[in-house]
């Protein structure tokens, strides 16, 4: 990995569509469409995703970066059809971990959230074997019934 400049900073702009809003999916009361604004998992999704863009430039090519770790203050709403300006920036990097710093903005200059994300660096090859063996995993619990399991 190539040294990232501190406080070196990228700006994501996300366009907030009716998909990004409150929605848990269940139906349940309460547990369904909730509130027409930004939902705070969205934000934390673009959070990432700017992060990673920040770090991108910086790996190797035997390189990969995975999301280690999200903080996220959800500090104002924003409504589906307003854009949100996120800006993340290197705090520091120790070891194969990347802290960086992130706020978001919506278009009126709301600062709307205010956070953090953490990139752990791992050789590509290592973290595909992890998978691999994960999915090994997995393969053989499944490949058995599980008490409780309804039948087919």
Known sequence: MRSIPIRHAIEQIIAVTPEMTVDFEQNE???????????????????????????????????????????????ASTLPGMNVRIVSQHRTTKDNRIYIDCEAFNELGDKIAEGSTTQVVLARKRLVQKFAELRERWEAQIGTKRPNEPDG
């Not at 909730?34 to 934000?43: E, M, N, R």
């Open 29 to 75: 009361p309460g547990l369904g469409k909730l509130h027409p604004v930004y939902a705070t998992y969205w934000l934390t999704k673009h959070f990432e995703l700017a992060s990673r863009k920040l770090v991108l430039p910086y790996l190797d090519d035997d390189e990969e970066s995975i999301g280690f770790e999200v903080q996220v203050k959800h500090l």
